[in-house]
């Protein structure tokens, strides 16, 4: 076989995934690896996050032609998913339970339900059966229990689906609007696609003209920038307050993704007075990108959090920005060569100055740390905590798009149409 960039991603991929299974196989669902040993956690808790994302890693696995136990890992986490985590009554997904099923934290989590959207997208995508059933059952959950006024994801529910708190969150919405384009991808149903334009649109467009073009993270209920959230616990771990680098270059990938299947300008999909970008997805995509660089690149991984101006508040490199600016890389680079761009020759160069800073961040297991955070003697290795969200999710995504932007651009074997949208 020629060694050819697709071909060294998918070896990326699946090696990525082999130094999961079997350990991270419970005997139902899974179980985080730590990163230097690689034994599994003592701490027996399952977050519906890592639960969804350990059936996504494993059928992107399944997509690319991986070996048979990719299938089996992924089959095995939908069984726990639909058992344990799903509520008896089928109207939502438990946050935390433990490893027999029982309900730790009954959090009905729109960041929770966002994955369990894309973990039945790609089992769809992966012919699993009864996937795609699921995916059209949790989109419709979403719709009735989450979707706002604003057509965008409200914020965390009580078990009776009150809302926890007046707070509406970037990235919940970011997630979404990612599981959308992975359930268009396996399906080419156009609704899919109108929810992740109508969402990308709102966070990248809509409201990134009272920041200058910047992405904001947290809002109150009506939408409206709440600059003052958190800003008492600046490493807070999902909704820390400033500028995340990580969620620029994430935004830049699913924006790629946009203007690979949708021919809608950015102008053409929605009015209002948002920011002004000349060009479609692709140029907003580029500009995210750009920015992430400028403000948060540090020659070996992104800052956690910045100003406005760029000035660091938390310093911390945290390995899912890595890795985003990696599958970011790759799909602009795709894009770029489809609108004839000469940045493609910048961003393949960028993409691999980024896969070379991985070895930073992988443990001598396997398992990538969380972060590192600098210190007065270097930098000092940080693993997750239990119950953990991160079983290489995003790597295995990173890893993914590489290969298939390198690979085939469209899925195979569907046809798309463009959808118009609703909104």
Known sequence: MID?????????????????????LAERGFQLLHPMSGDPYTDHRRHLVATCRSIANFAVGAVADGPEWCLDAAEHGLAFLRQAHRTDDGDGYHLVVDGDGEPLDRTRSAYGHAFVLLAYARATAADIDGAEDDLVATHELIEDRFRDGAGMLRSDCAPDWTEQE???????????????????EATGEPRYLDRARHIAHKITIALAGKTDGLLWEHYTDDWEHDFGYNEDEPRHQFRPPGYQ????????????????????????????DGYVSEGGWYARALELFETAIEYGWTETGFVYTHEEDGAPIVPDQYGWALAEAIGASAALTERAAAHEDDAADRLRTLNRRF????????????PWYEKRVPTD???????????????????????????????????????????????
């Open 355 to 366: 896969i070379e800073c991985t070895d930073r961040y992988r443990g001598p297991a396997g």
């Open 166 to 184: 007046e707070y509406r969150g970037q990235n919940a919405n970011m997630h979404a609007c990612e599981a959308y384009l992975a359930a268009y």
């Open 4 to 24: 050819t960039p697709s071909n060294a991603n998918r070896g990326r991929l699946l090696a990525t995934l082999r130094m999961q299974y079997p350990d991270a």
């Open 377 to 423: 003697h270097g930098d000092d290795l940080v693993a997750p905590d239990p119950p953990g969200v991160e079983p290489d999710y995003h790597p295995v995504s990173a890893f993914y798009e590489c290969w298939r932007s390198a690979h085939d651009a469209q899925p195979a074997d569907r046809t798309f149409t463009t959808a118009n949208t609703d909104e």
């Open 245 to 272: 680098p990580g969620h620029h270059v994430e935004w830049a990938k699913f924006l790629a993704l946009l203007d690979r299947y949708d021919d809608a300008t950015v102008a053409d999909t929605e009015g209002g």
